[in-house]
């Protein structure tokens, strides 16, 4: 099993530009998640899934869009890139919801100038 | 609301034994998760208590008072490569985990 695999692991953005982070899962969980970490901060859920075709916010969704088309895949879509969306990102998944070990992918490390 | 805390900072020494506390305020709790990430790492799981008490898994060990809304973990014979940051994390509804700023552990030798 390759896990959680995200796709690219470093980018660079001018403003305004648009680009989507691909995620993926071969272990057939549900739940998936995209979180956001700053430098020297916590992981802040962006957006979640609870299974294909269904998608909610989470604390900071502004400027990111999500969709769940399979099980497999949950990529996420910065439009109009801003400054404060300089930040790496990580996508997460679970057998369940709640207190399920979440299983992280290596991330995305992605500046916007 | 939810909030969580975790001391910043916690250096300890090689060999030695350090314990990270946390305090949570969380609706919809189910049971306290702690994750370990290394500097440029994913975060990796490392327990989880959905009982009060101790749970024990190797080295590390973590504890959860529900009534006291307080957890911590506690690893015993530090190695170098145990300096990481540690976060805690109250597992809830659907949306999963809240995940605060965490505990960065320095070890020295």
């Known amino acids: 099993n390759a896990g959680v695999t995200q796709t690219p692991k470093f980018r660079i953005l001018k403003i305004g530009q648009s680009m989507t982070l691909q995620c993926a899962q071969d272990?057939?969980?549900?739940?998936m998640y995209w979180y956001r970490q700053d430098p020297g901060m916590g992981l802040k859920l962006i957006y979640y899934?609870?299974?294909?075709?269904?998608?909610d916010k989470g604390e900071v969704p502004n400027g990111y869009n999500v969709s769940r088309s399979t099980t497999e895949d949950f990529p996420l879509r910065l439009e109009l890139a801003a400054p404060s969306q300089t930040s790496v990102y990580f996508c997460?998944?679970?057998?369940?919801?709640?207190?399920?070990?979440?299983?992280f992918g290596p991330g995305t490390r992605l500046t916007v100038t | 609301g939810q909030s969580l805390e975790q001391p910043s900072e916690v250096t300890a020494v090689e060999g030695a034994i350090v314990q990270i506390n946390c305090t949570y305020q969380?609706?919809?709790?189910?049971?306290l998760s702690w994750y370990q990430q290394h500097d440029g790492g994913a975060p990796t799981f490392l327990s989880y208590?959905?009982?009060?008490g101790l749970e024990e898994t190797g080295r590390f060990s973590s504890f959860l008072s529900r009534s006291d809304s307080y957890g911590y973990l506690l690893l015993q014979e530090l190695q170098m490569k145990d300096s990481a940051s540690y976060f805690c994390?109250?597992?809830?509804?659907?949306?999963?985990?809240?995940f605060g700023k965490g505990t960065h552990l320095i070890i020295q030798p």
């Open positions: 997460a998944s679970s057998l369940g919801g709640g207190w399920y070990e979440q299983y």
């Open positions: 272990m057939n969980h549900n739940y």
């Open positions: 899934s609870v299974g294909a075709g269904i998608t």
């Open positions: 969380t609706s919809g709790f189910y049971g």
């Open positions: 208590n959905a009982l009060d």
């Open positions: 994390a109250p597992g809830g509804g659907a949306d999963g985990l809240t």
